[in-house]
């Protein structure tokens, strides 16, 4: 049963401190999403590639915030500097063909 | 860009019940509506969905319905359980053949609540 997978699960930081997240999808998917999880904002997208591509990335703050995809089996999702409204569950999902993404099981980032 | 609205926020029923969740869209170039169940602490997992070429799918329980006039869908949930209870979001996104990306655009999501 093929999943895609998050590090860590969790992650408690102080401000100021960087932090990498880390995505592998499931093998063969083409289109890698990452998402933001918070209570107020609901699901919001961050960034997506595609084919390895950075396709979109306009709901990402850019002077803190970088998605890359080194390699077809690695996405990472970094802060420098994180700031406690950072805080949220950020969630990798990868899809094929345009539909449905299969979502991993998130980091849950907690910055003090 | 896409928006898209959902209600109820919160749904309380009885086990046995039917639970609706609406939905609305504003782009009329979406053709693709996912529907998600996320349990607490959970992933969001999808349950079912329907492209724009079609009315009205079904899976057990579940089914979905579309209007593409007034650019609605919602999700009916027959013969509610308790398992069910979750947080389920509506999403609505663009399919462009050969060139499909699967960019979704969740609703705010409903709390779905049944009682024993």
């Known amino acids: 049963d093929a999943r895609v997978t998050q590090t860590p699960r969790h992650k408690v930081t102080e401000m100021g401190q960087e932090v990498t997240m880390r995505c592998q999808p499931i093998l063969g998917h083409n289109t890698v999403f990452w998402y933001r999880q918070t209570m107020m904002q609901g699901l919001e997208l961050l960034a997506y590639f595609r084919n390895r591509a950075p396709l979109d990335d306009s709901g990402m703050p850019k002077d803190r915030f970088s998605a890359e995809m080194p390699d077809a089996t690695l996405a990472t999702l970094k802060i420098q500097p994180s700031e406690p409204r950072d805080s949220a569950v950020y969630f990798c999902a990868s899809g094929e063909g345009g539909l449905s993404p299969f979502f991993g099981p998130g980091t849950r980032l907690t910055v003090l | 860009g896409e928006n898209v609205e959902q209600h109820p926020s919160t749904l309380s029923v009885q086990e046995g019940d039917s639970a609706v969740i609406k939905c609305t869209y504003s782009?009329?170039?979406?053709?693709?509506f996912p529907w998600y169940k996320q349990e607490l602490g959970k992933r969001p997992q999808l349950i079912i969905d329907?492209?724009?070429?079609?009315g009205e799918k079904k899976d057990q329980r579940i089914a979905v319905t579309l209007n593409k006039t007034a650019k609605h869908f919602s999700l009916h949930i027959t013969e509610t359980q308790p398992e069910d209870s979750a947080v389920y979001f509506c999403a609505a996104s663009i399919l462009l053949r050969g060139t499909s990306y699967g960019k979704l655009t969740f609703g705010q999501g409903t709390i779905l609540t049944v009682h024993p």
């Open positions: 329907i492209r724009s070429n079609v």
């Open positions: 782009d009329s170039a979406s053709n693709y």
